[in-house]
């Protein structure tokens, strides 16, 4: 819903249903490719409170093009309760060219849409061309947003095992999912399951790692989201040292990622294992899967310049809509 701003122009305000009317993960997953085609963006985070009451800020500026900040809140207390998200947010768009704010959008609804987006582009650009069988480790709010994503990109996954701590959570996505017509199972036994699947998708806050790496089957493809603190991770020093690994943005993940960082810092991988970002990816300058056996590990780390690309997305789908 437009407002006018003092000097006569019309901020927009994007509520969360009208960011969904406007999207799609195809839409948005093409413009994150070919957003990461051109330069790098100049990013800065700034993090108050700790884990439990956090306020983040993430501003990302595309020079000549847009300008945006995510103000968002990390409460994960908000879960147990069941009355509020656990991540709340609010994104404000500007034009890059003359500073004018354009859009005020719901961040909470952007940032689902991005990170499973994020995750997406990583599965687009590395995982096995058709596989059947996807794990997600975790029942959280992002978890069908991230199945939902990944079966986008590759629909040949018809199978999805589900696990998590308390498995009455993973009951209840299972039932989700299938209501939409999605072939689910729960599973207790992570082992196994990680041994089964082709893709595995992790958003957890786990401190220590789920994921062992010797269950890791010749040619997996592991989408790790959740850890974004440099004490959180999701899969074992065995799991980065037996993979190819990459990240969406370098900046990011070195930023204080455990998954990144602590296997650097126990000597498992140096940080020249790494071996590229979404820019590097998309833009052909490394190489992702060089052989079926390949094992890929992309660390989601995030970062405000996802924020600004969802964003223009949005704004973009919002203008043609409105002709």
Not at 94 to 117: K, V
Not at 204 to 218: E, Y
Request: charged share 25%; net charge neutral; glycine share 8%.
């Amino acid at each position: 819903m437009p407002v006018l701003t003092n000097k006569g122009f019309a901020l927009h305000f994007v509520s969360d249903t009208e960011v969904t009317k406007v999207l799609t993960f195809p839409i948005l997953i093409a413009a994150l490719e070919a957003a990461h085609r051109r330069p790098k963006m100049e990013v800065l985070d700034a993090f108050l409170g700790g884990e439990k009451a956090q306020y983040v800020i993430r501003s990302a500026v595309d020079p000549g093009r847009y300008m945006a900040s995510k103000m968002f809140t990390s409460f994960p207390a908000n879960l147990a309760e069941g009355k509020m998200p656990a991540v709340q947010a609010v994104c404000v768009l500007f034009d890059g060219t003359n500073g004018r704010p354009l859009a005020a959008m719901d961040g909470t609804e952007i940032t689902r849409w991005r990170t499973a987006a994020d995750s997406a582009l990583g599965t687009k650009l590395l995982a096995p061309l058709n596989p059947e069988t996807l794990l997600c480790v975790g029942a959280g709010e992002m978890s069908e947003w991230l199945i939902r994503a990944h079966r986008t990109v590759r629909p040949s996954l018809q199978r999805v095992l589900i696990w998590n701590r308390s498995p009455e959570r993973a009951v209840d996505l299972a039932r989700r999912l299938a209501a939409g017509g999605v072939r689910c199972e729960t599973t207790a036994d992570l082992d196994a399951a990680t041994r089964e699947a082709e893709i595995i998708t992790a958003c957890t806050r786990s401190h220590a790692p789920l994921i062992r790496g010797r269950n890791l089957r010749p040619g997996t493809h592991l989408d790790l989201v959740g850890g974004y603190t440099p004490q959180t991770r999701e899969a074992d020093d065995e799991a980065a040292r037996r993979s190819r690994v990459f990240v969406d943005r370098r900046e990011s993940a070195f930023h204080g990622v455990g998954d990144i960082l602590q296997p650097i810092a126990s000597g498992a991988i140096s940080e020249t294992d790494v071996l590229g970002d979404l820019y590097d990816l998309a833009g052909g300058r490394v190489q992702g899967r060089t052989s079926p056996s390949d094992i890929t590990f992309f660390k989601n780390a995030g970062g405000g310049h996802l924020d600004l690309m969802t964003c223009e997305a949005v704004f973009q789908q919002l203008g043609a809509k409105l002709g």
